[in-house]
């Protein structure tokens, strides 16, 4: 089987998604001179954008290869949750498990943008934990839906969600079904994870979770090897930026991936699109070292625009064969 008859084998299956959910928004514009009040430029605001962030985004990558996202979220009860869930909409995900808090806002990321260059970002959020009420009915609402889906997506961003409590629980139940689990990890304490199939962090937060030296010139292959000894998973897998990822999995020598981006615009939300990408293979029951070389065409994609944006199965189908995406690069297509 081709690569690109691999993106064909995601369309259908389930993923269930659970993490912290966001509003990305987006003021694009121009710059031409610099305020006569501050040294900073003058955008003058042409447009303006919104998408799926967080663990949104891995649900609205997953929906977009063709595959079917059941999304286990909190927002708040405010225009930016309403914001959230209409996007979400608009890409046919389904908001049935989005809790409601109104004592919490939804997390939004507003960047301002000027030719194709991030100027500045604002955040408003909650990073609290939730309380345990909360903790539980996301649980159980996790519980009921992977009776069907065979894979668990726990997309953490850090924003209160994801209590040790909470990950336990739902590891603890993916493993009890015999489902797969992978998670795009925060902080340096992971061993909150054990019990996760798949571990996926970028390169800083491996290096720091190991307390690796990013000068240390064998730094990914050691931190990789550190993560298994002191993490319970199956395989690490460690995305690099501009040096592709690299893989690492119990009984087997590691496998380095190189980068396909002929162009990196923007790394914004690579992540969430390698955890759908491999998720989904999983889910289609292709092997792990298949899912990573696919989701590392994915990621090779995302980079290519500015901006928060999910992969098509046609875009990831054409660039398996050789071939360039329709979309413009550096742009958002929203």
Not at 65 to 76: H, I
Not at 181 to 197: E, L, R, W
Request: proline residues 5%; aromatic residues 2%; contains cysteine.
């Amino acid at each position: 089987m081709s690569d690109a008859r691999f993106v064909d084998a995601l369309s259908g299956h389930e993923v269930v998604i659970v993490g912290d959910v966001m509003l990305d928004r987006y003021w694009w514009g121009t710059v031409s001179r610099l305020s006569p009040e501050a040294p900073v430029p003058v955008v003058h605001k042409t447009r303006s954008t919104t998408a799926p962030g967080g663990a949104a985004n891995v649900a609205a990558n997953v929906a977009s290869l063709g595959g079917r996202p059941r999304l286990v979220s909190l927002v708040g009860v405010d225009e930016a949750g309403r914001e959230l869930r209409a996007t979400l909409e608009e890409r046919g995900i389904e908001c049935d498990h989005l809790v409601a808090d109104s004592r919490r806002p939804t997390t939004v990321k507003t960047r301002v943008v000027a030719h194709s260059q991030h100027v500045v970002r604002v955040d408003e959020e909650e990073r609290s934990p939730v309380g345990a009420g909360l903790a539980t009915a996301i649980a159980e609402r996790v519980r009921a839906l992977l009776t069907t889906a065979p894979v668990l997506v726990i997309s953490d961003y850090a924003k209160g969600l994801l209590t040790r409590e909470l990950l336990s629980s739902a590891i603890r139940e993916a493993r009890s079904e015999r489902r797969r689990t992978v998670v795009d990890p925060k902080g340096s304490d992971y061993s909150q994870y054990d019990g996760a199939h798949l571990l996926c962090p970028n390169r800083g937060e491996a290096l720091a979770a190991t307390g690796v030296s990013p000068d240390d010139p064998e730094g990914i292959g050691r931190a990789g090897r550190r993560l298994l000894d002191a993490v319970k998973v199956d395989a690490v897998l460690i995305t690099l930026g501009e040096q592709g990822m690299a893989l690492f999995e119990r009984g087997q020598p590691p496998m380095q991936v190189p980068a396909l981006a002929r162009a990196v615009y923007d790394v914004t939300g690579a992540g969430d699109t390698v955890v759908a990408v491999v998720s989904l293979a999983l889910a289609a029951g292709l092997s792990l070292r298949d899912g990573v070389r696919l989701a590392n065409v994915a990621a090779g994609l995302a980079v290519e625009r500015v901006g928060t944006t999910a992969v098509t199965a046609q875009e990831l189908r054409q660039a398996c064969r050789g071939g360039s995406p329709d979309a413009p690069a550096g742009e958002s297509p929203r």
